[in-house]
């Protein structure tokens, strides 16, 4: 291979290598993709539109505006209030679909304050979890109870999560940490993520800690993660299972193997490592849940992240969408399941 070659990335930067029932006709950067359906698609269906358009639009309530107005059939990600203020239009269809993604805080278990485990305990006692859930999700979604996404096989429960800030101030003092500054990465485009920033900071100023915002793109994010001489103490992000089970996330995240690429916090525990080798390579399911279950356990036990909630997708949609596509390893919705009324 050339030695400059970029392993086809600028071509895919215009361009789709997919094999899906839709092939792309158009692409706008930042603004919208067209898309037309497949004709000699191995599962061709004839209900599925015969275009579809997907618009970039980062401000939501303009979603909202354009799907009143009748120039969108279908839009994602509105906000609590704006989503009840088009339900009660009465003509549009709602529905809240569960996805199998986690908002975390990714704590470096390598350096800085939270190389120390008592202050990432009390991180975790300290985050306002209720006001996660009321002002960065405006009520759609849940507060997470493991470090799995919902619906995942052999998730182990941790319990929803009770903030204690008596008990978080203790472990501040025990620590030696009072008055120190923690860095939080964040990305200001991510609603969800810009107010869980405020939210953490707040909890952070509640037990005597100091809170350094830092604003960035998730590709900045991913490189800050890859060094610990730029990884911040907590990185607030998502994460998802590209499959319905348990083994395929825990190995990316916490196998020390991967620290610094998928594995956010940077985790290195030996135990942890056999038990996913064991689990990934088990004979019977049951040995598997087993190697996994352990394996979370460990993880929750050191304390490694702020396991902080689920967010939901809300969807909205006209009369002209048949169904509103659902599928447990997508973020959003299956564009591939589209169904339009005659």
């Known amino acids: 291979m050339p030695q400059n070659a970029d392993d086809g990335q600028g071509w895919l930067a215009t361009h789709e290598a997919g094999s899906g029932p839709f092939a792309m006709a158009h692409y706008s950067a930042n603004q919208e993709i067209q898309l037309k359906r497949y004709v000699d698609y191995w599962a061709f269906d004839k209900e599925q539109p015969e275009a579809v358009v997907l618009r970039m639009q980062e401000d939501r309530s303009g979603s909202r505006d354009e799907l009143l107005a009748g120039d969108i059939d279908l839009t994602v990600g509105l906000s609590g209030a704006d ?29 800085g304050i939270t190389a120390d485990p008592k202050v990432r305990e009390a991180i975790q006692l300290a985050y306002d979890h209720k006001g996660h859930l009321t002002s960065a999700l405006g009520g759609e979604g849940q507060i ?8 995942i096989a052999c998730r182990a429960d941790a319990g929803k999560p009770q903030q204690d800030l008596g008990r978080a101030k203790a472990l501040i003092r025990e620590a030696g940490a009072g008055g120190k500054t923690v860095t939080i990465s964040y990305q200001p485009t991510v609603d969800e993520s810009n107010v869980a920033g405020t939210v953490l900071q707040d909890s952070l100023k509640k037990i005597g800690l100091k809170a350094e915002l830092q604003a960035v793109t998730f590709p900045q994010c991913s490189e800050r993660i890859s060094k610990q001489s730029t990884m911040p103490d907590i990185a607030l992000a998502w994460d998802f299972a590209s499959y319905p089970e348990a083994g395929p996330q825990l190995n990316r995240e916490y196998n020390s193997a991967f620290a610094g690429s998928t594995n956010y916090t940077w985790y290195s525990d030996r135990q942890v490592d056999r038990c996913l080798k064991e689990g990934n390579t088990a004979p019977t399911a049951s040995k598997a849940r087993a190697a996994f279950t352990q394996a979370q356990n460990k993880i929750l036990a050191d304390h490694a992240l702020v396991h902080i909630a689920y967010p939901a997708i809300t969807v909205l949609s006209d009369g002209r969408v048949k169904n509103i596509p659902f599928s447990p390893t997508q973020q959003d919705f299956k564009v591939g399941f589209l169904r339009m009324a005659e």
């Open 83 to 111: 989503a009840e203020q088009v339900r009660k239009n009465g003509h549009f269809k709602l529905m809240r679909l569960p996805v199998p993604r986690e908002t975390y805080g990714w704590m470096n278990m390598k350096g």
């Open 144 to 151: 997470a109870d493991s470090i799995l996404p919902e619906e």
